[in-house]
């Protein structure tokens, strides 16, 4: 292979069209600054081309990519649940959830659903919000943790998607792969884990995480 490949197979990758419902997920990194941009950019690529693997900092738990391999339905073994919460739409949530590794729902589309409405009565109720796997049921966030509603959803808002913490992650159910991946250990995508200044920042699809209790 000539030596300029790899970077026009980055560059194809980085240009390609996202499928129907769906965002690049690394839209959101149009929203840092241009070094940590080509940074979260490179991670959700680059880093699955080319073979790297990160680790990230503890309590942060990594996977193998032998969760993402293909079951039944895609990535996982089932089909997301038919009756979301927050009228998450079904169809872009399997898509997401079980057949996809890259994209993510639009930014802002949490906003668009009911969750800010019914998380702010579940927190009233019970002082947080306990986010569910879209295929499983199994519990994957709750959240706030060391934090108040109000500033969860100041600091997803600013970032476009649902915004974890590390105290937030029910982590005997979710991991991290090596190239930033955020990943139910049941196969579901989950979204992608975006560092800042203040630590490990889980950017989560609400329709990854709209399941309901079983």
Known sequence: MPRHAPILLLASALSATPPSGVAAFTSAAARLPTSRAASASYSSTG????????????????????????????????????????????????????????????????????????????????????????????????APKGRDLEAFLKESGSHGWPSFRDEEVVWESVRCLGDGESVSVDGTHLGHNLPDSSGNRYCINLVSVAGKPE
């Open 47 to 142: 880093l699955n081309m080319f073979g790297f693997k990160k680790e990230f900092a503890a309590p942060c738990v990594m996977g193998e990519e032998d969760i993402m391999k293909p079951k039944k339905h895609g990535t996982s073994e089932t089909p997301v649940q038919k009756d979301l919460r927050w009228n998450c739409d079904y169809d872009t949530a399997d898509r997401i959830c079980n057949f996809n590794r890259h994209y993510a729902e639009h930014a802002g589309y949490w906003t668009t659903t009911t969750f800010v409405e019914e998380a702010k009565k579940e927190y009233a109720e019970k002082g947080e919000i306990t986010f569910y796997d879209s295929n499983t049921g199994k519990p994957l966030f709750v």
